[in-house]
Every structure is written in structure tokens, then in C-alpha cells.
């Protein structure tokens, strides 16, 4: 018999489980899938340039992560293992699971990009553009090709 008093508590026992909630379509056996993103929609947004790797490299990438001496994405930096002061290093940095040819939703470069939150968005203390972000979208869209 309980010496309980009627209507206290009784001890539980608690399951504790890790959900991670994946977009459909984003997840692989041989990586973690990225949290997806539906900012930038490639078919419909608005270019400024051509969506190909060197102008993206040349007018978004480098200027604005790889350039300066506390630049985040310079050979001294290289947070997250980009470097973008060299155009083939920096795509082949990008297309190591940062970049999902065919999948700009769930590419981490994008969702980076492309966040809303200030601790999540890269570059940090500034968005890029839209029509930057148009540019990463269309390129990754059609197959992230160099």
C-alpha cells in the first residue's frame, strides 16, 4: 500500500529521443542532411550575372569571404575548411557536401546563405544579396558544374 498522498505525482519514466526532422529528398546514407531551405527559389529568381562557378566565385564568394586579413575564408582562416582566395580550391571545397548538384534547398552553402538568422547566415554581420544568392541557387540548381 502507498503512503502516497492521494493526487501527488507519480515517478515516470522518460524516453528520451533525438528527432531530426529532414525535408524529403534531403537526406543521404553517406552524409547528414543539411536543415532545408525554401528562401531562394532558383527557376524564378532574379539574376544580376551569370549563374556559372567563376562568376560566383569572382563576384560574390571571394570578395565578400575570401579577401582581408581577418576574412573568414582565407588560407590563414579557413573556417570550415573553405578557402576562397583560389578559384579551384574554393569549388572543390564546395562540392565536399557543401553543394548538392540538382539541390540548392539542401545545400549548406544555401541554407547558409540564405538564413534568416544572424548566428546561422554566412557572411556573418551581412546577407548577401538576392541576386547573389539567385546566382549560388541557379548554379546549384543546374548541376554545380565548374
Same mark, same amino acid.
Given at each position: 500500500? /502507498?503512503? &502516497? %498522498?492521494?493526487?501527488s505525482a507519480r515517478p515516470l519514466v522518460l524516453a528520451i529521443a533525438t528527432v531530426i @526532422? @529532414? !525535408? %524529403?529528398?534531403? /537526406? /543521404? +546514407? /553517406? +552524409?547528414? !542532411?543539411?536543415v532545408c531551405t525554401q528562401a531562394v527559389d532558383a527557376r524564378t529568381c532574379a539574376l544580376s550575372y551569370a549563374p556559372s562557378?567563376?562568376?560566383?566565385?569572382e563576384r560574390t564568394l571571394k570578395p565578400s569571404c575570401g579577401l582581408g586579413g581577418a576574412a573568414c575564408h582565407t588560407a590563414r582562416g579557413r573556417q570550415g575548411g573553405l578557402v576562397f582566395e583560389e578559384e +579551384? +580550391? !574554393?569549388? &572543390?571545397? =564546395? =562540392?565536399?557536401g557543401r553543394a &548538392?548538384?540538382?539541390d540548392p534547398s539542401c545545400s549548406l552553402v544555401l541554407v547558409r546563405v540564405a538564413a534568416t538568422d544572424p548566428a546561422v547566415r554566412m557572411p556573418p554581420g551581412r546577407s548577401l544579396g538576392d541576386e547573389e544568392q539567385c546566382a549560388i541557387a541557379r548554379w546549384i540548381a543546374d548541376g554545380a558544374k565548374r
Open positions: 500500500m /502507498s503512503t &502516497r %498522498a492521494k493526487g @526532422v @529532414v !525535408a %524529403a529528398g534531403c /537526406s /543521404s +546514407e /553517406s +552524409e547528414p !542532411a543539411p562557378f567563376k562568376e560566383i566565385f +579551384e +580550391e !574554393a569549388y &572543390r571545397g =564546395l =562540392l565536399d &548538392r548538384p540538382g
